[in-house]
Each structure stands twice: as structure tokens, then as C-alpha cells.
């Protein structure tokens, strides 16, 4: 009987998912969720230097158009919005975020909500909001951090 119920117990302990997450994987997780609200900080200040410091060499980017965009193509994007802006980021917000860790890599999906404004010949200058899914693959290279 006793081992009837040790089975039991065995069993029941299996169907519960164990979906526990390291110390160590929370604390990757955060500095991951940090590095990312710091880039949506710079991305809406338009601070070229931070984007351009997080970059890898071979960075690639799907714009809303389906287009893919080269880390060159990124950062002339920013330049030219500082420099002539056709619109002006008031927030970024990701809801919905999943980071998930493998060694030196983190893969976040979020939705995300972005606020911005256009000058009066668009839009009439009223904010205006966009949604849509991002899915972001970081590698931590170099010591990183």
C-alpha cells in the first residue's frame, strides 16, 4: 500500500508543470528588459550614439513595410529624423513579453504600442497610436553588460 502511494504522489507531482526560473535567469532576464527599455528610451530621443553602441556589425531589422534594413539603414533613419524629423515618438510600451534565455542569447517577443505625433499637415498634429509584435534576438557578446 505504501508503494501504491508513493506512486501516486510520484504521478500527481508529474502532471504539475515546474516552470521554476533560476536566480540566475531572473537576473538575465531583468538586465535584458533593462537593455530594451534603455533602446526604446534612446529610440524616442533619438540617441544615435546608444543605438549605435548596441548594435552588432551585422544587425538586421523587418520594418512595418516588410522590408529588411541594415544596420547602416537603421542608424541613417535616426540621423535623418534628428536632423529633419517627420515625426516625433512620445512612448513606447511592450505588453505581453516573453524573455527567453539560452547562454549568451535572449530572445524577447512582446507586443508593443507606440505613440507618436505628426507635424499639423498630418494627422491634424493629434497623437496617434500603432500596435504591433515584435521578436527581438539579443547576444550578449564580449563580456556585455
Keep these: 500500500m505504501k508503494s501504491f502511494y508513493l506512486l501516486a504522489a510520484t504521478l500527481i507531482l508529474s502532471l504539475i508543470p515546474f516552470t521554476a526560473i533560476s536566480a540566475q535567469e531572473k537576473a538575465a532576464q531583468a538586465e535584458v528588459r533593462q537593455l530594451l527599455e534603455r533602446f ?19 544587425f538586421s531589422y523587418s520594418n512595418p513595410y516588410g522590408l529588411v534594413e541594415s544596420r547602416k539603414d537603421f542608424l541613417d533613419f535616426y540621423r535623418n529624423e534628428k536632423a529633419k524629423p517627420t515625426f516625433r515618438a512620445i512612448s513606447v510600451k511592450n ?51
Design 95 to 145: 505588453e505581453d513579453e516573453t524573455i527567453r534565455i539560452y547562454g549568451d542569447t535572449a530572445v524577447q517577443t512582446a507586443t508593443w504600442t507606440l505613440l507618436t505625433a505628426f507635424p499639423k499637415a498630418h494627422a491634424g498634429g493629434q497623437p496617434h497610436e500603432d500596435k504591433g509584435r515584435s521578436t527581438v534576438l539579443l547576444v550578449k557578446r564580449n563580456g556585455g553588460g
Design 40 to 58: 526604446d528610451k534612446a529610440s524616442i530621443e533619438k540617441d544615435i550614439a546608444f543605438i549605435d553602441s548596441v548594435l552588432a556589425e551585422e
